[in-house]
């Protein structure tokens, strides 16, 4: 059983019962659930991640000024709670793991992630703020919420980017896979500097995912869940598999012995089979811009979009900048 399944069969036997029976008063003002960081509260945990992190527990969001009232109280009727369930031990917690579960202050668990108790408002706030930060503050499930209030936050994130913001994104990350993929990886691999190569080809991946992330208009996770979190997707969800495959091409380095500084300026070494992949996967790319309309151009080479990309943005409104 995954943790978000276990966490609201637990909440159901003991959370919801303790609510009403001992803060019938307030319970019409509580919202319960399980979110945050944490591969459980993506759906991802297994057994290697529940070594830590994992166990009977939910949350409890209470508004500031409840929280500061009944926090304390809920909290300790919260911990009496019995620590196993349904065969599973106690949650196990690290200390960096500590405050994740159990009875929070709805505002401090936004801020907390997000560094604001709200949603941005304007596109220079949007731009700041890191992804993998938003999908945590909108991941797991909420079982319950009478009172609305997280869940109308949750909701306006859900959201997603206002639309200028959504295609400024867009453009960075094409530019970035551009520049890491599509120009430096090769030129490194010319230069016989592996080091600097490897790096280029995972930013490359990185910035592709975000990619797929952007396309489907979902909020790309922690990057050590990216990948994973690309079979959920409904579209492009195949590049995953291709970059993959990034990670099968047998050693490129003899596809650039005796390579000159002179050679493949203007054409690609096709002998190196990542090459292909990585023009394979920025074809899907610049068919990804037309049929969203952000380009009509059919140039692989990503970083000639870019101009046509930002002209759908528009000039961001004053009240957004």
Known sequence: MQGLELSEKYYEAYGRPMIEERFADIAGQTAAGLAGRGSECLGFDDEISRDHDFGPSFCIWLPRDLYNRYGARMQAAYDALPKEFMGYGARICEEQGRG????????????????????????????SMDEADLAAAVNGRVFEDRLGMFSRIRQELLDYYPREVWIRRIAQSLGLAAQAGQYNYARAMKRGERIAAELALTEFICESMKLVYLFNRKYAPYKKWMRRGLCGLEKFSEIGDMLDLLYQVPDPAAAWEGVKAEDYLYDLNTDDGRILIIEAVCNLFVQALNELGLSDRQDNFLQNHLNTVLEKAGDIPREMQ
């Not at 709805?106 to 709200?118: A, K, T, W």
């Open 100 to 127: 994740r579960v159990g009875v929070l202050c709805l505002e401090d668990f936004y801020s907390d992630i997000l560094g604001r108790d709200q949603i941005p408002h304007t596109a220079g706030e949007w731009l």
